[in-house]
Nanobody, 133 residues
Framework: EVQLVESGGGLVEAGGSLRLSCATSGFTLDGYVIDWFRQAPGKELEGVSCIRSYDHSTSYAESVKDRFTISSDSAKNTVYLQMNSLKADDTAVYYC??????????????????????????WGQGIQVTVSS
């Protein structure tokens, strides 16, 4: 059974840091692309960052570039999202999602490493991150 379980969320002051973990089971991490999404109250689900574990290719949303770092540890079957310089706007429920199709996907006129939400087969339950200003 494929499972993704997020941990590491919580309450932090603006400017602080958190590290989210996405523990996976039931599949080989190297054969997957894993993405972090987030959904703030009243807003659409937003892609944050993704990683293709076998070659550690990564991609980030502009809103988190230079502040967040995604990484993976295949031995632990875990993907991490290190979040630094957190802002109130980062407050959201964060989800990790996985797809066994790690090829670049074409949408909005170009190829992307991160897939659109409908293309992910497996999702975690989500974890709350709250940044106080």
């Amino acid at each position: 059974e494929v499972q993704l379980v997020e941990s590491g969320g919580g309450l932090v002051e603006a400017g602080g840091s958190l590290r989210l973990s996405c523990a996976t089971s039931g599949f080989t991490l190297d054969g997957y692309v894993i993405d972090w999404f987030r959904q703030a109250p009243g807003k659409e689900l937003e892609g944050v960052s993704c990683i293709r574990s076998y070659d550690h290719s990564t991609s980030y949303a502009e809103s988190v570039k230079d502040r967040f770092t995604i990484s993976s540890d295949s031995a632990k079957n875990t993907v991490y999202l290190q979040m630094n310089s957190l802002k109130a706007d980062d407050t959201a429920v964060y989800y990790c999602a996985g797809s066994p199709d790690w090829r670049p996907t074409f949408y909005s006129g170009s190829f992307h490493l991160c897939r659109q939400r409908s293309e992910y087969d497996y999702w975690g339950q989500g974890i709350q991150v709250t940044v106080s200003s």
